[in-house]
């Protein structure tokens, strides 16, 4: 048996939010949304609920949106400030650093 490897893909918020607006706004079904968008039904679901969640947020969806932008970037900065401490980390340990 082969053992093969299996890529979740990731999709930017802004990917998200669009397939949700297509089904809430749009009025598209959800099945034909994922089959264009290449991801499973149960995906796009979870998507149009943040975005349900998102729009009820604040009333004003756009906002909403910007607060789940900032959310995400926020926690790639911590993510990035992680492989930087361990790179220093790292580096410390082949070369001595001056204090």
Do not use: C
Not at 15 to 33: T, Y
């Amino acid at each position: 048996m082969i053992n093969q490897k299996v890529v979740k893909k990731r999709h930017d918020l802004e990917f998200r939010m669009d397939a949700a607006k297509m089904i809430v706004e749009g009025g598209r079904r959800a099945s034909e949304v994922a089959m264009d968008v290449g991801v499973t039904a149960q995906s796009v679901g979870f998507w149009v609920s943040a975005y349900k969640k998102a729009k009820e947020g604040g009333g004003d969806a756009a906002l909403s949106i910007e607060g789940l932008k900032l959310k995400a970037a926020n926690e790639e900065i911590r993510k990035l400030k992680v492989q930087v401490d361990f790179l220093k980390k790292t580096m410390a340990y082949f070369v001595e650093l001056p204090k």
